[in-house]
């Protein structure tokens, strides 16, 4: 059985940081990636790693995140710096299996404000 779990989300004040990670068990995981919905709009790609260590970014986020992760223990981290109230989203991590069967967590808040 498939379980993406995230973990780490929060209330920061703007120019904070906060560390999100996301455990997957259950398979073999290809590239692994960090998504975000705000109220009222579209779900959007954040970073996502390939196995390999390969990275893609959001513009929005360049300079100011870093996507991580260990595949001997499937995890996959954002370190988020320098967060702004437009950060404020809902991020759900996304691990598709070798097979190409896309598994999502359950989302966790992220909350920038003063």
């Known amino acids: 059985q498939v379980q993406v779990v995230e973990s780490g989300g929060g209330l920061v004040q703007p120019g904070g940081s906060l560390r999100l990670s996301c455990a997957a068990s259950?398979?073999?995981?290809?590239?692994m990636g960090w998504y975000r919905q705000a109220p009222g709009k579209q779900r959007e790609l954040v970073a996502a790693?390939?196995?390999?260590?390969?990275?893609n970014y959001a513009d929005s986020v360049k300079g100011r995140f870093t996507i991580s992760r260990d595949n001997v223990k499937n995890t996959v981290y954002l370190q988020m710096n320098s967060l702004k109230p437009e950060d404020t989203a809902v991020y759900y991590c996304?691990?598709?299996?070798?097979?190409?069967?896309?598994?999502w967590g359950q989302g966790t808040q992220v909350t920038v404000s003063s």
């Open positions: 996304n691990a598709p299996s070798v097979a190409g069967t896309h598994y």
């Open positions: 259950g398979s073999r995981f290809s590239t």
């Open positions: 790693i390939t196995r390999g260590g390969s990275t």
